[in-house]
């Protein structure tokens, strides 16, 4: 599986904006998806996930702002992101996993290269 994410830009704090990752391959629908993100200097961490039977999961510093969608006609999941603040300044990237489980990043198998995101005050 090959993802290429894209839509992130520059967005002032309490604006919006929507990432999309876009899937090669047939067996899309088979895989869990997600989004990550790395900050300068930090870790890669867990920012939502979207199962094959769509439940989802959030990390609790962006629920009720991010919501995590997929359409498995289009191989795409999206990161709809709103109240944005500086914090969420980022390199956000996509993830596939067939299998794994759970929100760290050595539990997904593909990944996309990234997109900045970047949240001014």
């Known amino acids: 599986v090959q993802l290429q994410a894209s839509g992130g830009g520059l967005v002032q704090a309490g604006g919006s904006l929507r990432l999309s990752c876009a899937a090669s391959?047939?067996?899309?629908?088979?895989?869990?998806m997600a989004w990550f993100r790395q900050a300068p200097g930090k870790e890669r961490e867990f920012v939502a996930a979207?199962?094959?039977?769509?439940?989802?999961g959030y990390a609790d510093s962006v629920k009720g702002r991010f919501a995590i969608s997929r359409d498995n006609t289009k191989n795409t999941v999206y990161l709809q992101m709103n109240g944005l603040k500086p914090e969420d300044t980022a390199v956000y990237y996509c993830?596939?996993?067939?299998?794994?489980?759970?929100?760290?990043?050595?539990?997904?198998?593909?990944w996309g290269q990234g997109t900045q995101v970047t949240v001014s005050s």
């Open positions: 993830a596939a996993a067939l299998y794994g489980t759970g929100s760290r990043p050595d539990s997904y198998d593909y």
């Open positions: 391959g047939r067996t899309f629908s088979h895989y869990k």
């Open positions: 979207i199962t094959r039977g769509e439940s989802t």
